[in-house]
DNA sequence: CACGGTAACCTACCATAAGTAGCCTACTGA
DNA sequence: TCAGTAGGCTACTTATGGTAGGTTACCGTG
């Protein structure tokens, strides 16, 4: 075999066939592994048919990121940063706590219906299977709601002491749960616009936020 | 090889070694199953040590399940169907809707708690990795906060139509994946107590809860 | 302008674990 | 007594994550 490196996937300008620099490489590679785990999900997913998408061999590619699964969570994670880049800018867009909210969780559908490819990747991890990546989603929805509430907590000047603490941890966690599983409810339901739903959450947990927020504010 | 069946995990009465009646080895191997999945977790629990586990030979456990996902399938099943149980009995025994939501979370919590290791089956599979169980998973999830919406709303009288009919149905599984995260919480802090944690997810979601039941109940 | 060092790659292989083909054997009822 | 069958087993195949070890293009230096 051997024949002429055939164009692969993805044309990187300059370095013509083979023979391409470390940063590029990595590049190219998390680009195809997104689209391959997004439209196959993790465990359908096989190095071997990535390193083949890639033009590549394996060895090239367990060189530049140890493992699948850290492949993956390098997906993920990345995935996730843009996503909660998109919330971020949002919400700081708005004032009002409620707006600020709402704003956040448009934004975040947005992300979702413009990137369903991303957000396969994103979700299907949890869903997916194995509880290998439980620390990475755990983190990224962490970082999800935590950004949320801080955001929110920017204008209220809110900053619970001591048992307040884990309360707000563990709201805050429940908050994201609960916008994954919509997420998910969403998959089925693409006809619902996204400030449909962003206003029925809203609904949903805005009041009690609402009386939390002053809760804690109160027992400071 | 071949020597005497020595004694298998669990000892099954009457029938001493091999031959034992179908539904019995089906229960047994479920058993068997229950705990390694909670152990090692789906990925990492093999056929061939359940086999092993089981004092028997993997042929068996294929011809009893099919495939290592419909074992593991009925397994969740089998522990979500358990916890449904559990979280119904306590809400019928209140009758106001508040109190019946505070009764249901606390049972869900302490089932959580006794059953720590049906409880990895459960979650793990979603975090864990693979996107197989999805529908699995979401099956329970969706069949738990139903029941609890339901049970909620038979002493309310709701019966929704048309446009809440989704809203209904996406908040239900919202609500549903907020007392998952929650749950994934409360294992790195498993000092809090069931019915704290009950007060506080009744804190945030309630408020919001009782709105949107008026609410459907006014557009009815 | 050789030329040695290294970065980027490749071919071939291993190990594990899911799933299967085909045979054997203990019980049951006629 | 003796089929017929439910319950089991051994021994394989296949798929796939991961690796050992060698090969070639490129680049800075004497």
């Given amino acids: 075999m051997r024949a002429v490196p055939s164009s692969p996937d993805t044309l990187l300008e300059g370095h013509r066939p083979g023979r391409v620099p470390r940063a590029v490489r990595s590049e190219q590679l998390l680009g195809v592994a997104d689209?391959?785990?997004?439209?196959?999900?993790?465990?359908?997913?096989?190095?071997?048919?990535?390193?083949?998408?890639?033009?590549v061999s394996k060895p090239v590619i367990y060189d530049h990121f140890g493992s699948k699964e850290q492949l993956f969570a390098t997906c993920v994670?990345?995935?996730?940063?843009?996503?909660?880049?998109?919330?971020?800018?949002?919400?700081?867009?708005?004032?009002?706590?409620?707006?600020?909210?709402?704003?956040?969780?448009?934004?975040y559908?947005?992300?979702?219906?413009?990137?369903?490819?991303?957000?396969?990747?994103?979700f299907d991890a949890q869903e997916g299977g194995d509880a290998r990546f439980a620390a990475e989603a755990a983190r990224i929805r962490h970082r999800q709601s935590e950004l949320m509430i801080d955001l929110?907590?920017?204008s209220a000047g809110t900053e619970a002491g001591h048992e307040g603490r884990?309360?707000?941890?563990?709201?805050?966690?429940?908050?994201a749960g609960a916008y994954e599983s919509l997420s998910l409810w969403w998959r089925?339901?693409?006809?619902?616009?996204?400030e449909q739903l962003a206003d029925w959450i809203l609904d949903l947990l805005?009041?009690?936020?609402?009386?939390?927020m002053t809760q804690l504010a109160a027992s400071r």
Same sequence: chains 1, 2.
């Fill in 166 to 175: 884990a309360m707000l941890e563990a709201m805050t966690l429940a908050i």
């Fill in 109 to 122: 559908f947005r992300f979702l219906a413009e990137q369903m490819q991303a957000w396969a990747v994103l």
């Fill in 188 to 194: 089925e339901h693409p006809e619902v616009p996204p």
């Fill in 152 to 154: 929110m907590a920017e």
């Fill in 77 to 107: 994670r990345r995935t996730g940063e843009a996503l909660a880049e998109q919330v971020r800018t949002a919400v700081r867009k708005e004032s009002e706590p409620r707006a600020r909210l709402r704003a956040g969780s448009i934004a």
């Fill in 206 to 212: 805005w009041p009690g936020l609402e009386g939390l």
């Fill in 35 to 55: 689209r391959l785990f997004a439209e196959r999900s993790f465990h359908g997913a096989s190095m071997d048919e990535l390193a083949r998408r890639a033009g």
